[in-house]
């Protein structure tokens, strides 16, 4: 792998750790598989894509990306909170209508930002490779986020946010407004996809309606390479793992399609995506299966 | 104090399945009564701790606590008012969150949660000197999972933490019923200690004739979703359990009394 591909591997895991931290907060803490994440980063590029060819300043622009994720999420909460539509069911509803409103958002399927300033462009020409600059630029951003967001979830807030997820009627029974804090959970979620996507429009220079599509299995993939890589049930490192664990895919996406003998094309992608995912979910189980077997044979435990 | 006023709760209404639970139940409990809860299965118990815990909303009726008319609140609502502990040990708290997130979570009921650190300042040295007290060695485990906990320790910590957020009334469903006898004797004489100490006004349903005679000081008997029998002070005191049994059987219709021998436990 080239220096360049390295580093490439690396901005775009920290710009999908955002994802990552979202989708932890959807489908660990509130325990709400939310699969919006899908149309609301694609919203959130082509939100900032807009605003940035209006002249808008970047950071605005980026942080109307987010609120636009949000409001997205908000929508899939009602359908699911107020209209008892199905969790998954509701997330698929927004992000099959969110197809349609991205389209009217950028009046076209792509818009390409080819001269516009970014928020990356202050710190292109300050002598570092731009290579670098991205992922530091982006980098800085996420680690903002994970140390706000962890700050947030040990807040009393945060904590009932928590409970709702793990148990609903005792939350309920302990004062806690379960529906208000679904409605918060999954709006900051999809925020932070929305963010997202607005670092992506501006790292890669456009925005396109067809970069949700698998998302959140990226997403997953990551949380789950984080738990893999770092079992911790402390917060703040289970936000570091989907970070690492976001950054660790997509280096592996890069060794699988660089490596010549395997023969695999960047087409591939969502193949090599899905068979990870896969892979992921079944290991534990194998491992947790073979661990029951050697115990049963040497009778070390029930 | 709690005035209960005529309720009535019809589940699946309009359904083969519809059940009248509860018809017409009116009675008032003055400020620090003690009442326990007796009556055979599906005879409205739980959907009576549930309609003043707010889980089941009355249809008709109203229920008022402490002068407040609470009949439409919801369970979010009423929870600053009334602290509950439930059956199953995994109910009442979050086997997932440390026992100091568990109790922290419980403090803050009844009022707004903001994006203060839940447990920050000096909570937590509060929280394991309220948890040292319940005698189990459990202050040197605050940053345990609440899941490590065997079901008797998990009760003690609900019920302690009913009393964190000083809610006046308590409510306590069968809390005892999953535990094995000597782990429910601990359990039920702490309830007595805190009850006691925090002057809380106390609804507790049990299956035990003889734990609804030897606790608190007055026993309502439900039948059908109505109090069939309610009595207090010296007429209780005079009560046995095999006076109660057959209470309890008169109104089931004359059923042998042994078929309830085993109620009593």
Redesign the interface.
Known sequence: MTEIAFFGAVEIGLVYALVAVGVYLSFRILDFPDLTVDGSFPLGAAVCAVLLIAGLNPWLATLAAGLAGAAAGLVTATLNVRFKILHLLASILTMIALFSVNLRVMGRPNVALLMQDTVLTPFYGLGVPDHIVRPLVVGLVVAVVVLVLA??L???????M??TG??A??????????DAHIYAGIALSNGLAGLAGALFAQTNGFADVTTGIGTIVVGLAAVIVGETVLPS?ALVLALVGCVAGSILYRLAVQVALSADAIGLQASDLNLVTAVLVAVALILPRLKAKAARGTARSTGTAK | MIVVDDIHVTFGRGTPLEKHALRGIGLTIPEGQFVTVIGSNGAGKSTFLGSLAGDVLAETGRISIDGTDVTRWDTPRRAGLVARVFQDPMAGSCAALTIEENMALAAARGRRRGLALALGGDRRNGFRDRIAALGLGLENRLHDRMGLLSGGQRQAVSLLMATLAGSRILLLDEHTAALDPATADFVLDLTRRIVRDNRLTTLMVTHSMRQALDYGDRTLMLHEGRVVLDVAGDERAGLDVPHLLALFARQRGGLEISDDSLLMG
Request: aromatic share 8%; charged share 25%.
């Open positions: 700050r947030f040990a807040s009393e807030f945060g904590l009932a928590r409970a793990v148990n009627r005792m939350a309920r029974a302990q004062g806690v407004n379960t049930r």
